[in-house]
């Protein structure tokens, strides 16, 4: 089983919908991420929170907004979305910062995410 | 600024032997990490090995080693006796020491055939 835990594993929504992905793990780590990943393309970084703050924007959309309850949970939610959203969406944690292999991100299984 | 290349889109191997999947960096960082992952149709993108900039000695687990050539700027994924549930997208990337983004490069897709 994956330590990083992601719900919904599909969604499918409509432009002028409001929904939230949601992601959790218990690993102690102290940096979360959201990535974003179209067919057959690596994934693209949208947000990172380090101890619960916001740290990365990599300039997306508003109708994109993230959130860290606490550093257990990351979620994601959605609002008025496009059909060129339509992805999956991937939730990663770290440790913290760095390039040792200490600090090796464990991705959950990801969300699917139609937007029609 | 860092870049990741992975020149084989595709790879076809016979089970049970061998293959190597290339990977090659760009960085002025001195110090990095070398990571690669697997993403199986299911979409779970699943760590294998990781190779530092410093380590002399090239990574190792279990049937994944890491082909680490500092000069030539490479970290080639070595994958012995393949099986079947090999079958996925593999995807070399790198961290710098105080970025908290991977670079991920473009991924190459093996195909293990019976």
């Known amino acids: 089983d994956t330590e990083v835990t992601q719900t919904p594993k599909h969604l499918v929504m409509g432009m002028t919908n409001k929904k939230s992905l949601k992601c959790e793990q218990h690993?102690?780590?102290?940096?979360m991420y959201w990535y974003k990943q179209k067919a057959k393309k690596p994934p693209e970084l949208m947000f990172v929170?380090?101890?619960?703050?916001?740290?990365i924007n990599e300039s997306v959309p508003s109708r994109f907004s993230p959130e860290c309850p606490n550093s257990s949970l990351l979620n994601l939610h959605l609002h008025a979305l496009q059909p060129e959203d339509s992805a999956l969406y991937l939730c990663?944690?770290?440790?913290?910062?760095?390039?040792?292999?200490?600090?090796?991100?464990?991705f959950g299984a990801g969300s699917r995410l139609t937007v029609l | 600024a860092q870049k990741i290349t992975q020149t084989q889109p595709g790879m076809f191997v016979q089970e049970k032997e061998a293959v190597t999947l290339d990977c090659t960096y760009d960085?002025?960082?001195?110090?990095?990490?070398l990571f690669w992952y697997k993403q199986p149709s299911s979409g779970e993108m699943i760590f294998l090995i990781y190779?530092?900039?410093?380590?002399?000695q090239n990574a190792t687990e279990g049937r994944y080693s890491l082909n680490f050539q500092k000069a030539r700027k490479s970290a080639n994924l070595v994958i012995s006796a393949s099986q079947l549930g090999d079958s996925a997208m593999y995807f070399c990337?790198?961290?710098?020491?105080?970025?908290?983004?991977?670079?991920f490069g473009p991924g190459t897709r093996l195909s293990v055939l019976p």
């Open positions: 690993m102690g780590h102290r940096a």
């Open positions: 929170y380090s101890y619960e703050k916001l740290s």
């Open positions: 190779q530092g900039s410093y380590d002399e």
């Open positions: 990337a790198m961290r710098s020491p105080y970025g908290q983004n991977f670079v």
């Open positions: 990663a944690s770290s440790q913290d910062r760095g390039s040792s292999g200490a600090n090796v991100l464990t």
């Open positions: 960085t002025s960082d001195q110090s990095y990490g």
